[in-house]
């Protein structure tokens, strides 16, 4: 049996395999970013619903967006959803990954596999691997999310055990997988021994339990899943062509940052990138891996490359903080972190920050760390174009806004906006997005619009009231949650070019 497709996969949306994402990875690393202005080529392999694909595809009008998927209702989902926003620039491609060479695909600038290749066996992988190292462009940057070891350790035996109860037993699927929760939640309960020998496992199996049926079937129950040392998975592409660039989480680019001041012994005499890595997994000990490869014969270490790219501090973020990782704290407020993150409020370049008349005391270096370290602390990020402060909401963003008045919090927990300045998705609320949407439809009749959804699905919004002592009607808690709204989106929307100001 091979993947399954009898039940749709959920959608979710990865920020982490957006453009300006990867070409920051690479940048970092030194190798060349991808100019993201003309009309460049991205697949997503294993597309699902669409959900990422469609959201990418949107904030890049000018780019190509191709997704390839065998579970034939994923790809009328995406497509459908495609037709429905009129995005002209998506080709969705029914095919397994073992039939992707003989499809005739062009080179992509961009190829992504994200929630897929640990659960391939090894044809459909291979397969997957030979594409990267054929189909992207000399320089193409490759995004591969994968379930690593050591991290992973934990988790064969409960799948296997959760595996061995289901299909002893008989019914639909999804009856199955109820019963199977209820056989973990006893073994969760009673097996003191199981914890004592695996104390981490005990997460994991609640994860489990509390999971969707389809995450459950598709992550847990599925027939191959396999976590890959890093060693391996970079030798794999290391025979394709393709170089490690970095982690598509910022900060474990950064041994500082990622690994805790006595374990940098360890690191002593170990030269080579791909050993750093290696060794870094066993002290996160992370369950998963999101990586960048780069398509190239170079080697990585151009320092210029990362003084082209566009950032952008985060507004209304507190940059009075202090941020902890397992290495060190990043202190937000001290110099020169704090004139960076200043002056950054209007988008621009670590070239064009070299020459800044208030970080001329600093040298380059310092400079340098501040940025990196400002994107690692997630107050900077790379964009793609300065702010559009008239923005008009997109057809897309509508269409998306217009799918919450349709169903329920329970059915759709958030929902992800397009963002064409940061090239990337903005997930929010149900609930927000039901005011949003509100507020863009109907301007002062926002809160009588926001009651009516809710009261529809029998929900009701409580706001902490300074006068407590005063009972509000639903009307004025809405009002007053509504004015809220406004103020908080005003403070992003505007700046991701998702809305002008309210
Ligand atoms: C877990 S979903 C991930 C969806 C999406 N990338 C995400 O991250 O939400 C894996 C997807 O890969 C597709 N898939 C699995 N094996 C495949 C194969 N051999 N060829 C094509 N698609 C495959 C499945 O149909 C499914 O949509």
Redo the contacts with the bound molecule.
């Keep these: 049996m091979?993947?399954r497709?009898d039940i749709e996969?959920m959608?979710?949306f990865?920020p982490r395999q957006a453009p300006p994402i990867l070409n920051y990875t690479a940048a970092l690393a030194g190798f060349e970013p991808i100019d993201l202005s003309p009309a460049f080529r991205y697949c997503?392999l294993?597309?699902?619903p669409g959900?990422?694909l469609l959201t990418l595809a949107a904030a890049f009008p000018q780019a190509e967006f191709v997704g390839?998927?065998?579970?034939p209702n994923?790809i009328r989902m995406a497509q459908a959803r495609a037709e429905a926003t009129g995005l002209k620039n998506i080709k969705l491609i029914h095919?397994?990954?073992?039939e992707l060479k003989d499809r005739n695909l062009p080179a992509f600038h961009f190829i992504a596999i994200?929630?897929?290749l640990s659960?391939?066996a090894d044809a459909?992988r291979d397969a997957v691997l030979d594409f990267m190292g054929n189909n992207l462009e000399e320089g193409g940057l490759a995004y591969l999310h994968y379930m690593a070891m050591p991290g992973h350790v934990i988790q064969p035996p409960l799948c296997r055990l959760a595996n061995d109860y289901y299909h002893q037993l008989e019914g639909e699927p999804e009856e199955k997988v109820l019963l199977t929760k209820e056989f973990l939640k006893g073994f969760l309960n009673t097996q003191k021994r199981y914890f004592e020998v695996s104390p981490t496992a005990k997460d994991f199996l609640q994860n489990m339990i509390n999971s969707s049926t389809s995450l459950f079937l598709?992550d847990y129950l599925s027939n191959v899943r396999r976590a890959y040392y890093f060693a391996d998975m970079n030798e794999l592409l290391e025979k394709r062509g393709l170089r490690y660039a970095g982690s598509a989480e910022p900060f474990y680019n950064h041994l500082q940052l990622a690994v805790p001041m006595e374990s940098r012994e360890l690191f002593r005499g170990v030269r080579e990138r791909a050993s750093v890595e290696a060794i870094k997994d066993y002290i996160n000990v992370n369950g998963g891996r999101t990586d960048v490869f780069c398509k190239t014969t170079r080697s990585a270490g151009d320092e210029r490359a990362l003084e082209t790219v566009l950032l952008a501090a985060l507004p209304g973020q507190d940059q009075n903080q202090v941020i902890n990782f397992a290495g060190a704290a990043v202190r937000l407020n001290v110099e020169p972190m704090a004139s960076v993150l200043r002056i950054l409020q209007t988008p621009n370049t670590l070239e064009n920050l070299y020459h800044h008349p208030e970080l001329s005391a600093y040298p380059r270096h310092e400079i340098r760390k501040a940025l990196t370290y400002g994107v690692a602390t997630r107050r900077l990020i790379p964009i793609v174009k300065g702010s559009i402060p008239h923005t008009q909401m997109s057809d897309y963003n509508r269409d998306v806004l217009n799918q919450v008045v349709h169903t329920t919090p329970d059915l759709l927990p958030s929902v992800t906006l397009s963002s064409p300045t940061m090239g990337n998705g903005h997930a929010i609320s149900w609930i927000d997005a039901v005011m949003l949407w509100s507020i863009v439809n109907y301007g002062q009749e926002a809160p009588q619009k926001s009651l009516e959804i809710m009261q529809r699905r029998n929900l009701g919004i409580k706001i902490q009231s300074k006068e407590s002592d005063k009972e509000l009607t639903p009307e004025e808690t809405m009002k007053i949650a509504i004015q809220n709204s406004i103020r908080q989106f005003n403070v992003l929307l505007p700046f991701m070019g998702i809305t002008a100001q309210l």
């Design positions: 091979q993947y497709t996969y959608a979710s990865n997503d294993g597309c699902g959900l990422t390839v998927d065998f579970n994923h095919s397994d990954f073992t994200s929630g897929t659960w391939l459909p598709h």
